[in-house]
Nanobody
Framework: VQLQASGGGLVQAGGSLRLSCAAS????????TGWFRQAPGKEREFVAA????????YYADSVKGRFTISRDNAKNTVSLEMNSLKPEDTAVYYC??????????????????WGQGTKVTVSS
């Protein structure tokens, strides 16, 4: 599975962005997919995950109620809708794919494939 993240950019606080992750491979629907982010000088942190069939999702407390993860297996894409953005959401966002339980998808080591990252900057 190869992943390509896109959609990052510069947005004012309170604004919205939609990130997309395009995947290659016929088995994409069998993989859970997650978004992680890494701010300058900080460790990579979990943002959101969705299981292969799209029926269940899991969010970090810091983004719950503001971000929504979804997927379209027919198009091999996963999206992250980000609303009410805050300056602390500024980071490089990565999509990843792995086979694990929904809670297991909250941990970076449980992923097998990673995209290259897309930068999100939220100005105050």
């Amino acid at each position: 599975v190869q992943l390509q993240a896109s959609g990052g950019g510069l947005v004012q606080a309170g604004g919205s962005l939609r990130l997309s992750c395009a995947a290659s491979g016929r088995t994409f629907s069998t993989y859970g997919t997650g978004w992680f982010r890494q701010a300058p000088g900080k460790e990579r942190e979990f943002v959101a995950a969705i299981i292969g069939n799209g029926y269940s999702t899991y969010y970090a407390d810091s983004v719950k109620g503001r971000f929504t993860i979804s997927r379209d297996n027919a198009k091999n894409t996963v999206s992250l809708e980000m609303n009410s953005l805050k300056p602390e959401d500024t980071a490089v966002y990565y999509c990843a794919a792995g086979r694990n339980t929904l809670r297991g998808l909250g941990l970076a080591p449980n992923y097998d494939y990673w995209g290259q990252g897309t930068k999100v900057t939220v100005s105050s």
